[in-house]
């Protein structure tokens, strides 16, 4: 199947972006990679009067290194990262997780501000920068916003911004040089969707510890008690059952090894990068 016809355009900056989507009202489509919208517009499952390419915006495909985080833009592909042409603040954590999306193909094409949008449940980007608590920012007409990833993703498939809206970028905040991160995902096979993720990050330092669980169906939950979770005094399958308690617990085995081997990897780990 092909998609209905639609106009195509590339404006030059975001503000041409958001003055196209608001005088659309809502018939216009954002395109970035276009490896998930692509097949949905081929399957008919999506139907767009116009689609605004800003897979080439500049204001989207930089990076901007601040003293206590890193800004990278919502057009910077999963192998930019990958393959650290992006500084990544959490020097190697992001790398990594990049590297195991998809398979390389898909990876040259899809941008981490396309992934978030998109908000498949089992996405790896939902996850990982909910676990490292970054903002995403967004931009309007008239206003800017920066909100918490996990405020952003607002349910499956589905995202906080207005019809008039652009994703600008995520904030991801430095972690410290004594901090613990491990993730971890289940996938029938290598560049699969996870079928069951982990994620947790103890900071110290700056006192934050977060532990995520994802392809829930669901935007990436964040459990109660983190760290108890990380401390080891909150077993994961109680964890589990603590901050999910309408779900059937026979259905959340891989979640909870998930979480155990999130765990392993990080209490390995000594710093960032590591
Ligand atoms: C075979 C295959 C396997 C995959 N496996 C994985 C996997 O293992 N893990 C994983 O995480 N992902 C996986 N993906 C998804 C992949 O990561 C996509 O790149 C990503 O979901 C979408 O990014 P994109 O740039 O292609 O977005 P697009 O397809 O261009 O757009 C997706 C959606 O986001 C909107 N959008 C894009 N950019 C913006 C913006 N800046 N502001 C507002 N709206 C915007 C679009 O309007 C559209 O609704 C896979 C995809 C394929 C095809």
Request: with cysteine; charged share 20%.
């Given at each position: 199947?092909?998609?209905?016809?639609?106009?195509?355009?590339?404006?030059?900056?975001?503000?041409?972006?958001?003055?196209?989507?608001?005088n659309?009202?809502?018939?216009?489509?954002?395109?970035?990679?276009?490896?998930?919208?692509?097949?949905?517009?081929?399957?008919?499952?999506?139907?767009?009067?116009?689609l605004?390419?800003?897979g080439?915006?500049a204001e989207?495909?930089?990076?901007?290194?601040n003293?206590?985080?890193?800004?990278?833009?919502?057009?910077?592909?999963?192998?930019?990262i990958?393959?650290?042409d992006?500084?990544d603040?959490?020097?190697?954590?992001?790398?990594?997780?990049?590297?195991?999306?998809?398979?390389?193909?898909?990876r040259?094409?899809?941008t981490?501000?396309?992934?978030?949008?998109?908000?498949?449940?089992?996405?790896?980007?939902?996850?990982?920068?909910?676990?490292l608590?970054?903002?995403?920012?967004?931009?309007?007409?008239?206003?800017?916003?920066?909100?918490p990833?996990?405020n952003?993703?607002?349910?499956?498939?589905?995202?906080?911004?207005?019809?008039?809206?652009?994703?600008?970028?995520?904030e991801?905040?430095?972690?410290?040089?004594?901090?613990?991160?491990?993730?971890?995902?289940?996938?029938?096979?290598?560049g699969?969707?996870?079928k069951?993720s982990?994620?947790?990050?103890h900071?110290?330092?700056?006192?934050i510890?977060?532990?995520?669980?994802?392809?829930l169906?669901?935007?990436?939950l964040?459990?109660?008690n983190p760290?108890?979770?990380?401390?080891?005094?909150?077993t994961?399958a109680?964890?589990?059952?603590?901050?999910?308690?309408?779900?059937?617990?026979?259905?959340m085995?891989?979640?909870?090894?998930?979480i155990?081997?999130?765990?392993?990897?990080?209490?390995?780990?000594?710093?960032?990068?590591?």
């Amino acid at each position: 199947m092909k998609p209905v016809s639609f106009d195509y355009s590339v404006p030059e900056n975001s503000l041409a972006v958001v003055e196209h989507l608001k005088n659309a009202q809502g018939t216009a489509k954002i395109v970035a990679g276009n490896q998930s919208l692509g097949p949905m517009l081929n399957l008919r499952l999506v139907r767009t009067n116009a689609l605004i390419d800003v897979g080439l915006l500049a204001e989207v495909r930089k990076c901007v290194v601040n003293q206590d985080n890193v800004f990278i833009g919502a057009g910077i592909t999963h192998a930019e990262i990958e393959d650290g042409d992006v500084q990544d603040p959490t020097n190697g954590w992001m790398r990594e997780a990049a590297g195991n999306i998809a398979y390389r193909a898909v990876r040259s094409r899809g941008t981490i501000g396309g992934s978030l949008c998109h908000a498949d449940p089992a996405a790896d980007w939902l996850i990982v920068l909910t676990g490292l608590k970054a903002f995403a920012i967004v931009q309007g007409l008239s206003s800017n916003r920066k909100l918490p990833v996990e405020n952003f993703i607002t349910g499956p498939f589905t995202n906080d911004l207005k019809e008039d809206e652009i994703l600008m970028g995520v904030e991801v905040p430095k972690p410290s040089a004594t901090a613990k991160w491990g993730y971890w995902k289940f996938m029938r096979q290598v560049g699969e969707f996870a079928k069951a993720s982990a994620v947790i990050y103890h900071d110290e330092h700056k006192q934050i510890t977060r532990c995520a669980i994802g392809a829930l169906g669901r935007q990436p939950l964040l459990l109660h008690n983190p760290e108890k979770i990380f401390d080891g005094t909150l077993t994961p399958a109680n964890a589990i059952k603590e901050s999910l308690p309408d779900r059937d617990f026979a259905e959340m085995t891989m979640h909870v090894t998930a979480i155990e081997r999130a765990l392993s990897i990080a209490r390995n780990r000594s710093e960032p990068g590591k």
